[in-house]
């Protein structure tokens, strides 16, 4: 399976091959400049994302059999370029989404004055990322289950981190959850709530229906 995130790497990789028959002997002669330090560190950061992604994937796939329904890289609404890596609907019809990190272990993931830290880097963008996200596909989900009369279910976003260590075995930071990706299964099932299968099929439908499969502009 290939995911967003391999396919941004994939292409930032081709993008740096040489081209055209005189760029093709100037590498085969090792003549060829070498990749900067820049591209280089961009490509590592999509690699580790699709390895999160398929690491995920593996955690998530028993989820099926106990009647979950899964979205996998779709399409955030009114949005220009988000995806969500994975949106989960329980038995309940409770939906969560999944963001995969796959970070160093250098360092510890936390939550100081409101910020999310790994060691001492703050990632100032990860926080509102997800927060624009959780609205816009709360707004799109609404809309859609509005002619059921019932409520359109709270978006929960959850943040799955393999590699990194996690303070306090998890933590919840502007309502977003914060796990280590092996409590990540603990926590879903802990918060899927009382079994409603017909409302769960609704809400996956909906969802499958405002999510659309993400797609990068290349492959357009």
């Known amino acids: 399976m290939t995911n967003s995130a391999q396919a941004r790497a994939d292409a930032l990789r081709a993008a740096q091959q040489p081209t055209g028959w005189w760029g093709r002997l100037k590498a085969a002669l090792g003549l060829t400049a070498p990749v900067s330090a820049e591209a280089a560190a961009e490509i590592r950061n999509w690699d580790a994302g699709a390895e999160g992604e398929r690491r995920t994937v593996e955690l ?10 899964g979205l996998y890289d779709r399409a955030v609404p009114e949005t220009d370029r988000a995806n969500l890596d994975f949106f989960l609907v329980a038995p309940s019809g409770r939906v969560f989404t999944v963001d995969a990190k796959l970070w ?7 939550a100081h ?11 100032e963008r990860v926080m509102p990322a997800i927060r624009l996200e959780t ?6 989900l609404r809309k ?5 009369g019932r409520t359109c279910p709270v978006v929960t976003p959850v943040i799955a981190m393999h590699n990194a260590s996690v303070a ?5 930071l502007d309502g977003v959850r914060v796990v280590p990706a092996d409590r990540l299964l603990n ?29 990068e502009d290349g492959e357009r």
């Open 168 to 172: 306090d075995d998890g933590f919840t």
């Open 135 to 140: 609205k816009r596909v709360e707004a799109a």
């Open 113 to 123: 004055r409101g910020r999310l830290l790994h060691g001492d880097r703050h990632y």
């Open 144 to 148: 859609e289950l509005a002619p059921t």
């Open 187 to 215: 926590l879903l099932r802990t918060q899927a709530g009382p079994a409603d299968p017909q409302w769960a099929a609704t809400v996956a439908a909906a969802a499958d229906e405002v999510l659309p499969r993400y797609v």
């Open 60 to 69: 998530l796939r028993v989820l099926g059999v106990e009647g979950w329904y």
């Open 104 to 110: 160093g272990r250098n360092g510890v993931v936390r």
